[in-house]
């Protein structure tokens, strides 16, 4: 077993399966671990990911479960720390990307990290510290109407600023776009006017090779997954990590297919439309329905039966804001969520039953009750569908391969590529 050069700790499993991603694209081998493990794990990867669910629990809970993820990765050996948080910056006034990397830092005992969720390639950009998607402030987007982490302001600093005592600062892209060094350099001057944080800019992939070579001895790293675009590079420079050409590889898995889709986003409600456009087999689960005590579960999965044999079906609860909303008036938001993420969890358990093997998940929340509903506790990391969701295959005597993806990545076609893509 060799020590891991890595090690990061992601605030949903999508968030992690993205990272991991990025780590494998770069040449490291990788293994994604689903919440912290009992004990020490066998493995030859370069980088592992710890998958928590923190990204929504109250803050006290996600500092504590984030600490004992970074204990056992010290335990392991890891020279470097990444914490991944959504590109959006998901979030609210009272965390949890403040507390946590709070957290991180003082058990780390280093006073300062950088900030970057930027990933250009899924239309995530930071200038002058403030976060576009696409051409649009975060503030303006679909992110404004997010269930549980509404985003209405794109100014980063100042959201950060709302969760820390620690001071924020920034750097901007003019600095960025001068190289590594001005920017390790912008770096230790903010924090040498006292910031323990500092935002850093980023509009294309060359400004994120940038800010990670500079941030090559940073004890902490914070971000989303593009700003590990540059670490694998400082390993291979610094003689740490081989020339891993097949990083990426998975054995073929044979069985069926399914979609399950809980993610309400922009980008998952246009996936399910382009779905069921196609003519491609769909059930709805109504969460109203569900709620009610109709055992919508037992229904999907007579429905599903004799389908599967023709090719993969989509079972969602996705919708539009006004629906969601309306659901959420009705149950909570915290139970509407929950009776979704449980049927679909009790639907996957079903499926793997009926001879499916391949998933396709949307939805980081979804995502999560589906790996744990499944007994998943390591997944090896593959190929790249798109930016930011790769293939996995499950570490276990019968191997599952699962697609997990974040609600707002890839295109409207992203269902049918990924399962065209499947190992």
């Known amino acids: 077993m060799s020590q891991p050069i890595l090690g990061c700790i992601a605030d949903d499993f999508t968030g992690g399966t993205d990272l991991a991603s990025m780590l494998v694209r770069g040449g490291m081998r990788t293994l994604l671990v689903i919440g912290v493990p009992a004990g020490p794990i066998d ?22 479960q984030s600490l004992a993820a970074l204990a056992w990765l010290e335990a392991a050996g890891c020279r470097q720390y990444f914490f991944k948080y959504c590109s959006t910056f998901d979030s609210t006034a ?151 050409a097949c990083a990426a590889a998975l054995p073929a898995v044979e069985g069926l297919a399914a979609v399950l889709s809980g993610s309400c986003s922009v980008a998952t409600n246009g996936q399910v439309a382009h779905w069921r456009d196609s003519g491609k087999p769909s059930f709805a689960l109504d969460p109203l329905r569900l709620a009610e005590g109709h055992d919508l579960v037992t229904e999907a999965l007579g429905w599903a039966q004799p389908l599967l044999a023709q090719g993969p079906v989509l079972v969602y609860a996705s919708a539009p804001p006004d629906a969601v909303k309306a659901v959420q008036a009705r149950l909570g938001v915290e139970a509407a969520g929950a009776i979704v993420e449980r049927a679909l969890a009790q639907i996957a358990v079903g499926l793997l039953e009926l001879g499916v093997r391949t998933f396709v998940v949307a939805g980081g929340e979804t995502s999560g009750a589906v790996v744990k509903a499944l007994g998943v506790e390591a997944l090896r990391i593959g190929p790249s569908i798109a930016p930011g969701v790769p293939w996995t295959l499950s570490q276990s005597q019968a191997p599952v391969a699962l697609a997990l993806k974040s609600g707002n990545f890839g295109g409207p076609g992203f269902f049918t590529q990924a399962l065209e893509l499947a190992p």
Do not use: W
């Open 43 to 64: 493995s030859d990867a370069d980088a592992i990911v710890i998958a928590l669910k923190t990204r929504t629990l109250p803050a006290a809970q996600a500092v504590e």
């Open 94 to 244: 009272q965390g949890n990307i403040g507390p946590v990397a709070d957290a991180l830092l003082d058990a780390l005992d280093t006073p300062f990290a950088l900030a970057c969720p930027a990933f250009p390639e899924n239309q995530r950009s930071l200038f002058n510290g403030h976060l576009f998607v696409g051409d649009t402030l975060l503030s303006e987007s679909g992110m404004r109407h997010h269930p549980l982490t509404p985003m209405t302001d794109a100014n980063l600093v100042r959201v950060l600023q709302q969760q820390t005592p620690r001071k924020v600062g920034l750097v901007r892209q003019a600095t960025v776009s001068q190289g590594a060094a001005a920017v390790r350099q912008a770096l230790a001057d903010t924090q040498a006017s006292g910031c323990g944080y500092a935002i850093v800019d980023a509009i294309s992939n060359t400004d994120l090779m940038v800010i990670g070579e500079a941030a090559s001895e940073q004890r902490l790293i914070t971000g989303g997954s593009g700003v590990a675009l540059g670490l694998p590079g400082n390993y291979k420079r610094a003689g740490l990590l081989a020339d891993a």
